[in-house]
């Protein structure tokens, strides 16, 4: 089945500690997109990736870093520096820019304790 | 600055009530506009989506949402609501072109069967 999966589907970490979120997608779609939704402020965007080794902030960068060494891969990892991390993350890709659909995942929720 | 409103958080409708979700945006230039329907326990998904041409657009499961440019909205509309339609709703814009995706902070639709 072609699709986007994310890993875990629950994760706990501990206040102070990075923590990756994986994200792999086979619809070979160049733009891969990184949400965190939290309830009531609906998507917003933390980073994204046009093509392999090249990625942009989204509206809440600061705290999150990523990486897009494959086409099929953009994993994101909260840093200790990212003020509240509990959250729901979501990972998409589209085939393009613009008006093409994202494709989402179905999310990663973490908790920091 | 670019925003997406959606006018309710929460609405509850018995079965075969009509359907109108608001959606107002705040982006220049061009746009793309979408909504996006997330099931419980799955992934987002899209319903519709509008890039030009007949500003009245027909998505998935009898739902159609209208674009008038002049009001910057683009609601979601279904004549008759069913149990199934349960779910949550983002409306969401993007510049022709650009990747940078806005989304509202969502409707949670409650159908009553």
């Known amino acids: 089945d072609g699709g986007i999966t994310q890993s875990p589907k629950y994760l706990f970490r501990k206040e102070g500690q990075n923590v990756t979120l994986s994200c792999e997608q086979n619809?070979?779609?160049?733009?891969m997109y990184w949400y965190r939704q939290d309830p009531g402020q609906g998507l917003r965007l933390i980073y994204y990736s046009q093509i392999v080794n090249d990625f942009q902030k989204g509206d809440i960068a600061e705290g999150y870093s990523v990486s897009r060494e494959k086409k099929e891969s953009f994993p994101l990892t909260v840093t200790s520096a990212q003020k509240n991390p509990t959250a729901f993350y979501l990972c998409?890709?589209?085939?393009?820019?613009?008006?093409?659909?994202?494709?989402f995942g179905q999310g990663t929720r973490l908790t920091v304790v | 600055a670019q925003s997406v409103s959606q006018h309710n958080h929460h609405v509850i409708l018995s079965e075969a009530a009509s359907l109108e979700l608001g959606c107002n945006y705040s982006y220049g230039g061009t746009v793309n506009l979408f909504w996006y329907v997330q099931y419980p326990g799955q992934h987002l998904q899209l319903l519709l989506k509008y890039f030009s041409g007949d500003p009245l657009v027909k998505g998935i499961k009898g739902f159609e949402a209208e674009f008038i440019k002049s009001k910057f909205s683009f609601n979601l509309r279904k004549p008759s609501v069913q149990w199934s339609d349960t779910a949550e709703y983002f409306c969401a814009v993007n510049g022709a072109g650009g990747f940078k995706t806005i989304f509202g902070a969502g409707t949670r639709l409650f159908v009553k069967a």
């Open positions: 998409a890709s589209s085939l393009d820019r613009g008006g093409t659909e994202a494709f």
């Open positions: 619809l070979n779609h160049d733009a």
